[in-house]
Protein backbone atom coordinates (compact mmCIF):
# COMPACT_ATOMS: atom_id res chain seq x y z
CA UNK A 1 0.00 0.00 0.00
CA UNK A 2 0.92 3.39 -0.37
CA UNK A 3 3.12 4.96 2.82
CA UNK A 4 3.17 9.10 2.66
CA UNK A 5 5.78 10.70 5.14
CA UNK A 6 5.62 13.89 6.19
CA UNK A 7 8.36 15.85 7.40
CA UNK A 8 8.28 17.69 10.00
CA UNK A 9 5.78 16.09 12.71
CA UNK A 10 5.76 19.49 14.25
CA UNK A 11 7.13 22.86 13.47
CA UNK A 12 6.87 26.05 15.48
CA UNK A 13 7.43 29.69 13.61
CA UNK A 14 7.32 33.25 14.47
CA UNK A 15 4.98 34.87 12.52
CA UNK A 16 5.89 36.61 9.52
CA UNK A 17 8.91 33.66 8.82
CA UNK A 18 8.15 31.24 5.77
CA UNK A 19 8.20 27.73 6.23
CA UNK A 20 8.12 24.42 4.08
CA UNK A 21 6.43 20.82 4.78
CA UNK A 22 7.02 17.94 2.51
CA UNK A 23 5.58 14.86 1.61
CA UNK A 24 7.16 12.07 0.34
CA UNK A 25 5.23 8.84 -1.09
CA UNK A 26 6.98 5.70 -1.18
CA UNK A 27 5.13 5.13 -4.49
CA UNK A 28 4.94 7.12 -7.35
CA UNK A 29 2.04 10.09 -7.15
CA UNK A 30 -0.96 10.01 -9.36
CA UNK A 31 -2.45 12.73 -7.21
CA UNK A 32 -1.75 14.47 -4.12
CA UNK A 33 -3.69 16.75 -1.90
CA UNK A 34 -3.31 19.47 0.80
CA UNK A 35 -5.52 19.99 3.93
CA UNK A 36 -5.49 21.74 6.95
CA UNK A 37 -7.29 20.85 9.71
CA UNK A 38 -7.91 21.75 13.47
CA UNK A 39 -8.33 18.87 15.48
CA UNK A 40 -11.79 17.74 16.26
CA UNK A 41 -13.08 19.59 12.87
CA UNK A 42 -13.45 18.98 9.39
CA UNK A 43 -10.71 19.18 6.69
CA UNK A 44 -9.83 22.56 4.96
CA UNK A 45 -8.97 21.91 1.17
CA UNK A 46 -6.29 23.61 0.10
CA UNK A 47 -4.72 22.01 -3.45
CA UNK A 48 -4.41 19.18 -5.73
CA UNK A 49 -2.18 18.62 -7.73
CA UNK A 50 -2.07 15.77 -10.51
CA UNK A 51 0.61 16.56 -13.14
CA UNK A 52 4.50 16.27 -12.02
CA UNK A 53 6.56 19.26 -11.99
CA UNK A 54 2.56 21.18 -11.19
CA UNK A 55 2.44 24.02 -8.91
CA UNK A 56 0.09 25.78 -7.14
CA UNK A 57 -0.51 28.62 -5.18
CA UNK A 58 -3.32 30.52 -3.18
CA UNK A 59 -3.02 33.34 -0.77
CA UNK A 60 0.31 32.76 0.97
CA UNK A 61 0.44 28.88 0.49
CA UNK A 62 2.30 27.58 -2.64
CA UNK A 63 2.26 23.45 -2.90
CA UNK A 64 4.71 21.64 -5.58
CA UNK A 65 4.40 18.06 -6.91
CA UNK A 66 7.81 16.89 -7.85
CA UNK A 67 6.21 13.82 -9.24
CA UNK A 68 9.82 11.95 -10.05
CA UNK A 69 10.57 12.35 -6.73
CA UNK A 70 7.67 11.42 -5.36
CA UNK A 71 7.05 14.36 -3.52
CA UNK A 72 5.26 17.50 -3.10
CA UNK A 73 5.97 20.67 -0.36
CA UNK A 74 3.77 22.92 0.95
CA UNK A 75 5.29 26.24 1.80
CA UNK A 76 3.91 28.94 3.30
CA UNK A 77 5.11 32.61 3.03
CA UNK A 78 5.12 35.13 5.77
CA UNK A 79 2.88 33.25 7.84
CA UNK A 80 -0.03 34.07 10.29
CA UNK A 81 -1.11 32.74 13.30
CA UNK A 82 -4.04 31.55 11.21
CA UNK A 83 -1.90 29.31 9.34
CA UNK A 84 -1.57 27.28 12.43
CA UNK A 85 -2.81 24.22 12.45
CA UNK A 86 -2.64 20.78 11.24
CA UNK A 87 -1.38 20.38 7.80
CA UNK A 88 -2.16 16.90 5.87
CA UNK A 89 -1.20 15.46 2.56
CA UNK A 90 -2.85 12.65 1.16
CA UNK A 91 -2.34 10.70 -1.94
CA UNK A 92 -4.83 8.88 -4.34
CA UNK A 93 -3.64 4.58 -4.60
CA UNK A 94 -3.38 4.01 -8.30
CA UNK A 95 -3.76 0.72 -8.89
CA UNK A 96 -4.79 -2.71 -7.26
CA UNK A 97 -6.24 -2.99 -3.91
CA UNK A 98 -5.13 1.14 -3.52
CA UNK A 99 -7.20 2.13 -6.75
CA UNK A 100 -8.95 5.08 -5.82
CA UNK A 101 -8.27 5.13 -2.03
CA UNK A 102 -7.12 8.42 -0.76
CA UNK A 103 -4.75 7.92 2.27
CA UNK A 104 -2.87 10.50 4.38
CA UNK A 105 0.71 11.16 5.92
CA UNK A 106 1.13 11.81 9.88
CA UNK A 107 0.30 15.27 9.89
CA UNK A 108 2.65 18.33 10.53
CA UNK A 109 1.32 20.44 13.02
CA UNK A 110 2.27 24.18 12.70
CA UNK A 111 2.41 26.40 15.50
CA UNK A 112 2.55 30.21 14.43
CA UNK A 113 3.75 32.72 17.29
CA UNK A 114 2.25 36.17 17.15
CA UNK B 1 -18.88 24.10 -3.96
CA UNK B 2 -19.44 20.64 -2.98
CA UNK B 3 -20.68 19.76 0.07
CA UNK B 4 -20.61 16.91 2.14
CA UNK B 5 -22.57 16.45 5.30
CA UNK B 6 -22.13 14.87 8.11
CA UNK B 7 -24.42 13.67 11.04
CA UNK B 8 -24.72 13.78 14.42
CA UNK B 9 -21.00 16.33 14.64
CA UNK B 10 -20.82 14.98 18.09
CA UNK B 11 -22.65 11.74 19.91
CA UNK B 12 -22.28 10.40 23.25
CA UNK B 13 -23.29 7.05 23.73
CA UNK B 14 -23.20 3.78 27.03
CA UNK B 15 -21.04 1.30 25.86
CA UNK B 16 -22.41 -1.49 24.29
CA UNK B 17 -25.04 0.82 22.81
CA UNK B 18 -24.51 0.62 18.39
CA UNK B 19 -24.22 4.12 16.64
CA UNK B 20 -24.98 5.30 13.48
CA UNK B 21 -23.40 8.19 11.85
CA UNK B 22 -24.29 9.46 8.92
CA UNK B 23 -22.69 10.74 5.30
CA UNK B 24 -24.51 12.73 2.70
CA UNK B 25 -23.72 14.22 -0.26
CA UNK B 26 -25.84 17.40 -0.65
CA UNK B 27 -25.31 18.56 -4.24
CA UNK B 28 -23.01 15.80 -6.21
CA UNK B 29 -24.06 11.74 -6.73
CA UNK B 30 -21.24 9.88 -4.97
CA UNK B 31 -20.37 6.15 -6.22
CA UNK B 32 -17.76 6.16 -3.47
CA UNK B 33 -17.18 7.58 -0.10
CA UNK B 34 -14.39 6.53 2.43
CA UNK B 35 -14.61 6.18 5.87
CA UNK B 36 -11.62 7.81 8.45
CA UNK B 37 -10.78 7.28 12.28
CA UNK B 38 -8.32 9.99 13.53
CA UNK B 39 -7.03 9.71 17.27
CA UNK B 40 -6.26 13.13 19.14
CA UNK B 41 -3.08 14.39 17.32
CA UNK B 42 -2.80 12.10 14.96
CA UNK B 43 -3.51 11.76 10.97
CA UNK B 44 -6.83 10.27 9.57
CA UNK B 45 -6.96 6.24 9.10
CA UNK B 46 -8.30 5.17 6.35
CA UNK B 47 -11.15 2.36 7.77
CA UNK B 48 -12.85 1.52 4.42
CA UNK B 49 -14.20 2.52 1.16
CA UNK B 50 -17.83 2.42 0.95
CA UNK B 51 -19.15 1.40 -2.73
CA UNK B 52 -22.78 2.55 -3.34
CA UNK B 53 -24.61 -0.89 -3.91
CA UNK B 54 -21.72 -3.64 -3.49
CA UNK B 55 -20.23 -4.32 -0.36
CA UNK B 56 -17.79 -2.28 1.52
CA UNK B 57 -13.73 -2.39 1.38
CA UNK B 58 -11.65 -2.62 4.94
CA UNK B 59 -8.56 -1.88 5.54
CA UNK B 60 -6.78 -4.37 7.37
CA UNK B 61 -6.73 -4.45 11.11
CA UNK B 62 -10.67 -2.41 11.07
CA UNK B 63 -13.32 -5.40 11.92
CA UNK B 64 -15.96 -5.46 9.27
CA UNK B 65 -18.63 -6.65 11.57
CA UNK B 66 -17.89 -3.70 14.30
CA UNK B 67 -18.28 -1.03 11.77
CA UNK B 68 -20.90 -2.00 9.49
CA UNK B 69 -20.53 0.15 6.45
CA UNK B 70 -23.84 0.67 4.17
CA UNK B 71 -24.07 2.77 0.79
CA UNK B 72 -27.94 2.21 -0.31
CA UNK B 73 -28.09 5.05 -2.06
CA UNK B 74 -25.74 7.61 -4.52
CA UNK B 75 -25.82 10.30 -1.60
CA UNK B 76 -25.64 8.76 1.53
CA UNK B 77 -23.93 6.29 3.77
CA UNK B 78 -23.71 5.16 7.03
CA UNK B 79 -21.11 4.01 9.40
CA UNK B 80 -22.63 1.94 12.26
CA UNK B 81 -20.12 1.21 15.14
CA UNK B 82 -21.38 -1.28 17.09
CA UNK B 83 -21.44 -2.68 20.63
CA UNK B 84 -19.72 0.62 21.13
CA UNK B 85 -17.13 0.31 24.13
CA UNK B 86 -14.61 3.24 25.23
CA UNK B 87 -12.22 2.19 23.17
CA UNK B 88 -13.83 3.46 20.12
CA UNK B 89 -14.67 6.59 20.97
CA UNK B 90 -13.10 8.29 18.40
CA UNK B 91 -13.26 11.80 15.65
CA UNK B 92 -14.85 10.13 12.28
CA UNK B 93 -14.72 11.96 9.03
CA UNK B 94 -15.85 10.55 6.04
CA UNK B 95 -15.31 12.01 2.41
CA UNK B 96 -16.96 11.77 -1.02
CA UNK B 97 -15.90 11.00 -4.34
CA UNK B 98 -18.21 13.47 -7.06
CA UNK B 99 -19.18 10.58 -9.35
CA UNK B 100 -18.59 13.70 -12.39
CA UNK B 101 -15.30 14.56 -11.03
CA UNK B 102 -12.05 13.74 -12.22
CA UNK B 103 -10.32 13.56 -9.03
CA UNK B 104 -11.99 15.54 -6.24
CA UNK B 105 -12.67 14.51 -2.56
CA UNK B 106 -14.72 16.24 -0.41
CA UNK B 107 -15.45 15.79 3.34
CA UNK B 108 -17.56 16.20 5.36
CA UNK B 109 -17.41 17.79 8.80
CA UNK B 110 -16.66 15.00 11.20
CA UNK B 111 -18.31 12.87 13.94
CA UNK B 112 -16.85 13.03 17.41
CA UNK B 113 -17.91 9.39 19.16
CA UNK B 114 -17.37 9.63 22.92
CA UNK B 115 -18.06 6.00 24.62
CA UNK B 116 -18.75 6.09 28.19
Known amino acids: SQELEQSPQSLIVQEGKNLTINCTSS?????LYWYKQKYGEGLIFLMM?????EEKSHEKITAKLDEKKQQSSLHITASQPSHAGIYLC??????????????FGQGTILTVHP | GAVVSQHPSWVICKSGTSVKIECRSL??????MFWYRQFPKQSLMLMAT?????????EQGVEKDKFLINHASLTLSTLTVTSAHPEDSSFYIC????????????FGEGSRLTVL
Open chain 1, 27 to 31: KTLYG
Open chain 1, 49 to 53: LQKGG
Open chain 1, 90 to 103: GAVGAGGTSYGKLT
Open chain 2, 50 to 58: SNEGSKATY
Open chain 2, 27 to 32: DFQATT
Open chain 2, 95 to 106: SAKDRSNTGELF
